[in-house]
């Protein structure tokens, strides 16, 4: 990491939900474990004319301070200023750089700017950076939070205009799974163990199930979620990052654009989703439920009584390559759920001459991703003592209980102190993001302009029927007969 030369972090934002429970929280981490190039000062820029105080007590819930630690977060704040202004005013911007300037001390110095910003003035913020705010006498790097446009027309003239603004090397799509441990531990599990290799195709995979399940609903805040939805919050990046990690060749070398472009070949062997490879849901109240369980989507006095926006989306992809020809890779995401889940489950197929009587139950690889970061092989036992019973069981590398002694970073640590590095490994690339909407556009047109009528489901269930008749059409076998139990605290 560069030290010796002064780094200014800039908030655009900085009044807003994201700045306060995760930029400010992160930033305060990695000064506090002296992560960050000593000379850095942070600088906040939003309408809302507040002072740092004010500033620093809305942080502060989600600040994670221990009893001793006052003082530092005293000094930590200190180093912060802040500046009130619009996102289209030329003068100021000018004001804002004139702070930054003032933050390094009129010293040569870098520049960070994070855009924690609604997109409605990403446009004309990023024109009033690169006109007034960037550096002539250091690096200025620019870290850009989704969402990265709503389709791919969207997304092309955002990429458009900031390519017009800046280098691809100097900016930074944030994917903050693309920083979870479980989604970095990916590329090692498989590249690093030759155990894997030989079985990591289509020859032995049968189905390939990432999922990310969250057991609570809107909560009064599905206005903004309204105009989004479930595929475009969690599918469209997340979910699809992982699948790439998970089904990419190779690369050269762990150099950033190496990575990339394996993952860019996998997107483009992927065709278009059609609705008949999708199940969209949409919640409705349980009628035993109590406090938000009580309350269905539309509901939601923020959302419009006739939406039909999915709070839950299964879509099954095919990769059109050697290795994975006729392999479903299936993305499951909804809102609302039973459990707090995100895990990548690789099924693989039946046992070939079962000679148990059909007792065998499929092998699963499975790397949780959250909560409990693991990796666990469900395999088949004979049951302990004088019976010849089978029985699945696993072998389990449970994070917690394996290195308990090893503090594990928040993603948006792991990812804020790359920028600072200068490394873009976990990073969406703009070809990336452009194969990205070209497999799911045609799809959410289709919804929105057909007004597809999601199939409900319970709060607090495992999602609609028709995604396990889905699961089943796709090679993909529930049981229920196993769960995995996170035993290690």
């Known amino acids: 990491m560069e030290t010796e030369r002064p780094h200014v972090f800039v908030v655009l934002g900085a009044s807003g939900d994201l700045a306060r429970k995760k930029i400010y929280p992160t930033l305060w981490w990695l000064w506090r474990e002296n992560r960050l190039p000593k000379d850095t000062t942070f600088v906040g820029y939003a309408r809302s004319p507040l002072a740092i105080h004010a500033l620093q007590n809305s942080c502060l819930p989600y600040c994670a301070l221990s009893a001793d630690e006052d003082a530092l977060f005293q000094s930590f704040w200190q180093k912060n200023r802040y500046v009130a202004g619009s996102y289209d005013k030329d003068a100021d911007f000018k004001r804002l750089h004139s702070e930054l300037d003032s933050s390094a001390g009129a010293r040569p110095h870098n520049r960070l700017f994070y ?22 006498q250091g690096w200025n790097r620019i870290i850009i939070e989704k969402p990265f446009g709503r389709d791919a027309q969207s997304s092309q003239r955002l990429s458009d205009h900031l390519a017009s603004l800046f280098h691809e090397d100097q900016m930074y799509r944030i994917d903050h799974y693309l920083g979870k441990e479980m989604v970095q531990n990916l590329m090692t599990l498989r590249f690093g163990n030759r155990i894997f290799q030989p079985s990591w195709n289509r020859e032995s995979v049968a189905s390939v199930l990432i999922t990310f399940k969250e057991p609570f609903g809107t909560q009064g805040r599905g206005g903004y979620f309204d105009s989004f939805g479930i595929v475009r919050d969690v599918m469209q990046n997340h979910l699809l990052q992982i699948l790439c990690m998970v089904a990419m060749e190779k690369p050269t070398s762990v150099n950033p654009d190496d990575i990339r472009d394996e993952k860019v070949k996998v997107l483009r062997s992927i065709k278009p989703l059609q609705l008949k490879d999708v199940v969209v849901g949409q919640y409705v109240k349980n009628p035993e439920g109590q406090g938000d369980a009580a309350l269905g989507y539309l509901d939601d006095p923020t959302v419009p009584k006739d939406s039909v926006t999915p709070t839950y989306a299964m879509a099954v992809l095919q990769i059109n390559n050697e290795r994975w020809d006729g392999v479903p890779f299936i993305l499951r995401c909804g809102k609302a759920l039973n459990e707090r889940k995100a895990e990548v489950r690789i099924q693989y197929h039946d046992v070939a001459g079962d ?32 019976a010849f019973d089978l029985v699945e069981t696993e072998l389990d590398l449970t994070y917690s209980h394996r290195y308990k002694e090893v503090p594990m970073p928040d993603a948006y640590e792991r990812l804020i102190e790359d920028v600072f590095v200068g490394s873009q490994m976990n990073f969406v690339r703009s070809d990336e993001l452009r194969e990205a909407w070209r497999i799911f556009t045609p799809l959410l047109q289709q919804l929105e302009e057909d007004r597809v009528r999601p199939v409900t489901y319970v709060y607090g269930t495992r999602g609609p029927k028709e995604a396990d008749h889905k699961l089943l059409m796709n090679n993909f076998k529930y049981s229920g007969s196993y769960k995995w139990h996170q035993n290690h605290k």
Do not use: D
């Open 115 to 136: 855009l924690a910003l609604p997109p409605s003035v990403f446009e004309p913020a990023t024109a009033n950076i690169k006109h007034f705010c960037t550096t002539t």
């Open 355 to 386: 000679i148990f009587e059909g007792e065998t139950k499929r092998n699963e690889l499975v790397m949780r991703v959250q909560p409990g970061e693991a990796i666990y092989l469900k395999m088949m036992c004979k049951s302990p003592g004088r």
